[in-house]
């Protein structure tokens, strides 16, 4: 009996030993999350274009960061900025990458992102990409409009237009769906002509320059207040010159 006492002290004692090991793996790794998730923040902080400017929040997911990163790879990491500036245009980003190496010369498995931003920053962006001012976007439930002139047949004609923003993969696509003349012209009818020409030559916004190589617009929503764009990729690396490669359009 004694012996069968001693027995089952010595589980109790290993039981206990065994839970304050587990016990102290887990804060370890608490505090490793802690550390590694400070770092990448300052590293991303550090590294910013020229130009860009904002606080980045990173979490790391998934159960424990000392096995992930013995496996080479980390589940789910996320960025949010809440307020990012580049060059003057302000934006709300968020980023959930899956599947992140720790070996940087390897692809991440896939990146999803949204940036939030208002007409005021869709605009400047136009502007700077040669869209006339006079063509400024007013933003409302699904849809765009602007104002502009046009020459039609020799005939300056002021137009308003309603556009649907479209996700052209390297660009953001303002697709007209109507225009009525603004301009006085009598009897003269030339709203068919407006519509076609605006439909050639609709607004495009490149976003592909401001981007990774390798990333994606794949949706777009728009409210009178916001527009979100959507991003992906399958095939953005860690290193720095991969960041610092941007996109181009065609």
């Not at 697709?175 to 009598?186: D, K, M, N, S, Y």
């Amino acid at each position: 009996m004694a012996s069968r006492r001693r027995g089952i002290g010595i589980f109790i004692v290993v039981a206990v030993l065994v839970g304050g090991l587990v016990g102290a793996y887990f804060i370890v790794d608490s505090i490793l999350r802690g550390v590694a998730e400070t770092a990448a923040r300052q590293q991303i902080s550090s590294n910013l274009p020229e130009g860009v400017s904002g606080d980045v929040d990173v979490s790391i997911g998934g159960f424990s960061v000392i096995g992930q990163y013995l496996a080479g790879s980390f589940e789910r990491v996320e960025l949010t900025a809440p307020e990012l500036s580049a060059n003057g245009v302000t934006a709300r980003v968020h980023v959930v990458a899956t599947g992140v190496p720790t070996n940087t010369a390897k692809a991440i498995g896939d990146v999803e992102g949204t940036i939030e931003t208002g007409p005021e920053s869709i605009n400047a962006l136009l502007a700077a990409q040669g869209v006339p001012d006079s063509a400024e976007v007013t933003f409302g439930d699904g849809q765009v409009t602007y104002s502009g002139e046009i020459d039609v047949f020799g005939i300056p004609v002021g137009y308003l237009a309603t556009a649907t923003p479209t996700a052209a993969g390297d660009s953001v696509v303002f697709l007209p769906v109507a225009a009525e003349v603004t301009t006085g012209l009598g009897s003269l009818d030339v709203s068919g002509v407006l519509e076609r020409i605006l439909a050639e030559n609709p607004p495009t916004l490149c976003v592909a320059q401001y981007l990774p190589e390798g990333v994606e617009v794949t949706g777009l929503d728009v409210t009178p207040e916001r527009m979100r764009v959507t991003l992906q990729s399958d095939s953005l690396m860690l290193d720095k010159s991969s960041l610092a490669t941007f996109g181009t359009c065609g």
